[in-house]
């Protein structure tokens, strides 16, 4: 019944512990989606924060978004869903046995990620530039609400903790495109391919979120 | 990948415990590289206690300052900083971690037959997790000395003088590891579970256990995120806190309850757990009501989310969010109370055999319920403005944090020593200790209540004099607690080098746990156990796996 | 129980034109919401339009690149409660910040005022506090 492939990824990667490799990856999907949602509550505590003073200070909050460069942010936008549409292509052609292809859509949803830290990085200089900076650093003379340098304070801390979570990505996608190179996904066996597009995808839905909140809002 | 060295054989046969897990591999590089659970257990076990004993030692520093009413041999500023770590040391290094880790681990794949937990790489390494963020965060408390209490409030936090960094990542760091525990728990409850073993066969413990880990994975991440906030704040000074530039401290205090009131659940749902398990072997009688236990592990762990407002009385919050929290908090004393009533219900008519961890089953109870009626009031806001803040609360929380969460890890330590070591230890010393540490216990903290509503306030370096008599009896009261658990450490170590061996089965209990050898094997079961019946099922005689080193077994049907 | 086949089967239900799809469907509503955003809706309809636009697309996402629909009950489970717990925690403190006596909240303050951390504030503030 079953085939050679299955049982020789039995041989390779069924830890002692486990009775079926089946009911190892069920493990492994259910403990990474546990982990997806501790890293959806951390979000949460700033989302939280956001929320709290926005709802104190809806005027400054539009003002902030306007201060925000909507084009860029719209760009890495579809520069992130591009790349969550490349890593799940990846786990597609690694399904159905195609390495090369999987290998190449690792590589562009990389060079995704690098563009989108690229641009988050110009984005960032311009900020600086213009003295948009968090609390008590503000110094943008174009600033009139109060309250604009709480918006900068939480922009900051979402979009930096954001960044950060995008280098872990760029960092797991970099270690399964060199597995996938050396051919170690198969049909029977993708787990880690598996686990690292779900932290990918993760990245991407936190910035769905992000950029309406940050960038459009009045 | 982990692949025991093949055990038995080099060692000769005859003796009792010739394949436990104790005596495979006997090196520390066998230890410290283990993938063996009931090691890694066993290892958390060891770190909690040396935690124990540290945030014990800072408690009677505090006691004995608080002996007299003016300043005597620590500062004001000493003071501060030996509270803090006192609060850090237990809460986050030995409540926390204490029965989920270190018991939970041994426990949780024997219970549900498993051979070991899901990831038993991650779980060794939530060891090391916890051991690096403990160590960063001790460091950074005596070397940078934070002065802030174990709640980190802002703006205490945000504008102290000390080096706060360390301590806030110390603790951080310490959540990865609950985090990871839990995550391993859940992860192993739901795909490891022998065949036969169905959710409602699973051992009481198991679904206290799991509670716990909804918390732990749910809950520890907003503390997170807020130690990072605060130490931005504390760096930078950004504002996100400070009123001066538009921050409001009650948000601090928002996130901080959102984790820590459940973390309180985190400290004591596995405690229930061990008293759900005790309770029917000291009675040798099935549970009364085993669902309605388990639902309410579940239920506590759910509850427990919403009741967070009631620490923020009278810290600003409004007057509608005062109400809402103080009834939502009630219906934690209704999940509480319908575990205490089906307690006692299993307790009534058993074949109690008086053993030490019924002695702390019974102290469980009586601090359980004492702790958690003063909640009830506590939660009550026109008389929490009274007591906000004072010594009442202090009182309070120990009943439930020290007193009950300690009785019920007390009670697992006895109940599952033989399991866990092999050994018994001298029941005698034992009920001395257990009586000692429970009138000790009352002694330090009613005066506590006393002093609290009588007006004196939580961490404050001096008092009136008026308020001396009881001061004197609380730290008289913490002596005899001291000196309780110095009887426990003493006679556990004697059990430890020279006690008896114990049987497979010493206290008769159905717990599945016991299916297997005390102490068990590497791989935890000889042969895969069969699961015919419910957990704690004591119409029949206890069930013993069939194994070549035990054939004799005591049916231990008491008194 | 088949293991292989069962997953064999998920193959087949899930071709690459899906991923296709959903791709071109996310980027029509990324597109969507930035139109909307530039349009500056009332201050009314804009928050509730971008966030449903968002959950939209946070549910693709979800569902069909993460394959929750291909999963059981658990992770399922998982991923509400996050959800749950997240706008809980919300919620809560929102309506403690809603309904507070509306002079307490803390205003922004304007720009030069000292940081809490020099004692002049706290003169300041314990002089405008004013017990009665």
Redesign the interface.
């Known amino acids: 019944?079953?085939?050679e492939a299955?049982v020789r990824a039995d041989e390779l990667h069924l830890?002692?512990?486990?009775s079926?490799?089946?009911?190892q990856t069920?493990?492994a999907?259910?403990?990474m989606?546990?982990?997806?949602?501790?890293?959806?509550?951390?979000?949460?505590?700033?989302?939280?924060?956001y929320?709290?003073?926005r709802?104190?200070?809806?005027d400054?909050w539009?003002e902030g978004s306007h201060h925000m460069s909507?084009g860029l942010g719209?760009i890495n936008?579809?520069i992130l869903?591009?790349s969550?549409?490349t890593?799940?292509?990846s786990i597609?052609f690694a399904?159905?046995a195609k390495p090369k292809l999987t290998v190449l859509m690792l590589a562009i949803s990389i060079v995704c990620g690098l563009a989108f830290m690229g641009l988050k990085g110009v984005e960032y200089a311009d900020h600086f530039k213009h003295g948009l900076l968090?609390?008590?650093?503000?110094t943008s003379p174009d600033v009139h609400?109060?309250?604009v340098?709480?918006f900068f304070?939480l922009y900051?801390?979402t979009t930096g903790?954001h960044a950060i979570h995008v280098i872990a990505g760029l960092t797991v996608l970099s270690v399964m495109m060199v597995k996938a190179h050396r051919g170690v996904f198969t049909?029977?066996y993708y787990t880690p391919l598996d686990m690292g597009?779900?932290y990918w995808?993760l990245v991407?839905?936190i910035w769905?979120?992000l950029?309406?909140?940050l960038?459009?809002?009045? | 990948?982990?692949?025991p060295a093949p055990s038995s054989a080099q060692h000769p046969s005859g003796a009792h415990h010739a394949d436990s897990y104790l005596t495979d591999g006997t090196t520390v590089m066998s230890w410290l590289n283990t993938r063996d659970h009931k090691r890694v257990g066993v290892m958390f076990l060891i770190c909690v206690i040396a935690m124990l004993f540290m945030g014990g030692v800072f408690a009677m520093l505090i006691r004995l300052k608080l002996l007299f009413p003016g300043a005597a041999f620590i500062d004001a500023l000493t003071y501060n900083r030996l509270f803090t770590l006192h609060g850090v040391v237990m809460v986050f290094f030995f409540l926390i971690p204490a029965i989920p880790s270190a018991f939970g681990n041994f426990l949780v794949p024997l219970m549900i037959g498993?051979?070991?937990v899901?990831?038993?790489r991650l779980n060794l390494l939530s060891l090391y997790i916890y051991l690096a963020g403990a160590g960063l965060a001790l460091w950074g408390m005596i070397h940078g000395a934070a002065d802030t209490g174990w709640t980190f409030y802002a703006p205490y936090s945000t504008t102290s003088p000390e080096k706060l960094f360390p301590v806030l990542l110390g603790v951080f760091i310490v959540g990865f590891s609950s985090?990871v525990t839990?995550?391993?728990f859940?992860?192993?409850i739901?795909?490891?579970r022998a065949p036969g073993l169905t959710w409602w066969k699973m051992p009481l413990f198991v679904w206290g256990i799991y509670g716990t880990s909804i918390i732990q994975?749910?809950?520890?991440?907003?503390l997170?995120?807020?130690l990072?906030?605060i130490a931005?704040e504390h760096a930078?000074?950004?504002?996100?806190f400070?009123p001066a530039?538009?921050?409001?401290p009650l948000?601090m205090q928002?996130?901080f309850w959102?984790y820590s009131h459940p973390a309180v659940y985190i400290m004591i749902l596995p405690g229930m757990g061990v008293i759900s398990e005790t309770v029917c072997a000291s009675a040798h009688k099935n549970p009364f009501g085993y669902r309605a236990i388990a639902y309410s592990s579940i239920g506590i762990a759910f509850v427990g989310f919403f009741t967070w407002g009631h620490h923020m009385f009278v810290a600003g919050q409004s007057t509608f969010s005062n109400g809402l929290f103080a009834v939502l908090s009630m219906f934690v004393g209704i999940f509480t109370a319908i575990k205490t009533f089906n307690w006692v219900g299993t307790l009534y008519k058993g074949a109690i055999a008086f053993k030490t961890f019924f002695a702390y089953i019974c102290g469980f109870l009586y601090f359980l319920v004492f702790g958690g009626m003063t909640g009830i009031a506590l939660a009550t806001v026109s008389l929490d403005v009274h007591w906000h803040d004072t010594y009442f609360v202090v009182a309070h929380f120990h009943f439930i944090m020290v007193g009950a969460a300690l009785m019920a890890f007390l009670a697992a330590l006895h109940y599952w020593w033989p399991k866990m070591f092999g050994s018994r230890y001298h029941e005698g010393w034992g009920l001395v200790a257990a009586v000692l540490i429970m009138l000790g216990f009352n002694a330090t903290f009613i005066p506590q209540f006393l002093l609290g509503n009588n007006g004196m306030p939580r961490r404050y370096y001096t008092y009136p004099e008026h308020f001396r008599a009881l001061n004197v009896a609380s730290t008289a009261g913490a002596s005899l607690l001291a000196f309780g658990f110095i009887i426990i450490a003493v006679y556990l170590a004697v059990a430890l080098r020279y006690g008896r061996r114990t049987e497979q089965n010493p206290w008769g209990s159905k717990g599945f746990e016991w299916l297997t050898d005390s102490p068990p094997p590497t791989?935890n079961f000889h042969e895969d156990p069969q699961y015919p019946e419910d957990p704690h099922d004591y119409r029949t005689p206890p069930l013993t796996q069939p194994s070549a080193a035990h054939p004799e077994v005591e049916v231990g049907h008491a008194v | 129980?088949?293991?292989?086949?069962?997953?064999d089967d998920?193959?087949q239900e899930?071709s690459?034109t899906t991923?296709?799809v959903?791709?071109v469907i996310?980027?029509v509503l990324?597109l969507t919401?930035?139109l909307?955003?530039?349009g500056?809706?009332s201050?009314t309809w804009?928050?509730p339009a971008?966030?449903l636009?968002?959950c939209i697309?946070?549910g693709l996402?979800?569902t069909?690149?993460?394959h929750l629909r291909e999963?059981k009950g658990?992770?399922r489970v998982?991923?509400g409660?996050?959800?749950f717990?997240?706008l809980m925690?919300?919620g809560g403190?929102?309506s403690d910040?809603?309904t507070r006596f509306e002079p307490s909240?803390?205003?922004?303050?304007?720009?030069g005022i000292a940081?809490l951390r020099t004692s002049k504030a706290h003169q300041t503030a314990s002089g405008t506090n004013g017990r009665h």
């Open positions: 019944m079953r085939s299955a830890a002692h512990h486990f079926s490799l089946e009911r069920d493990a999907r259910l403990g989606w546990l982990f997806l949602a501790t890293e959806l509550l951390l979000f949460g505590g700033l989302f939280c924060a929320s709290y003073y709802w104190m200070f809806p400054a539009a909507v719209t936008t579809f869903l591009g969550s549409f890593v799940a292509m597609h399904r159905v968090p609390g008590k650093y503000l609400e109060p309250a340098g709480m304070v900051y801390l903790l049909p029977e597009g779900l995808h991407d839905i769905i979120f950029y309406p909140l960038y459009l809002v009045v | 990948m982990s692949q498993a051979r070991d899901a990831f038993p985090i839990g995550i391993n859940i992860v192993t739901h795909t490891m994975v749910l809950a520890t991440p907003v997170g995120i807020l990072l906030s931005v930078l000074g950004w504002g996100l400070d530039r538009g921050g409001d948000l928002h996130l959102f791989h | 129980m088949e293991p292989s086949a069962a997953r998920k193959h899930h690459a991923y296709i959903v791709f996310l980027m990324a919401t930035y909307l955003g530039e500056r809706l201050r804009a928050l971008a966030m636009i968002a697309k946070a996402v979800l069909f690149f993460m999963h658990a992770v998982t991923v409660l996050a959800v717990f997240i925690l919300i403190t929102i910040a809603a909240n803390p205003k922004g303050a304007p720009f940081p």
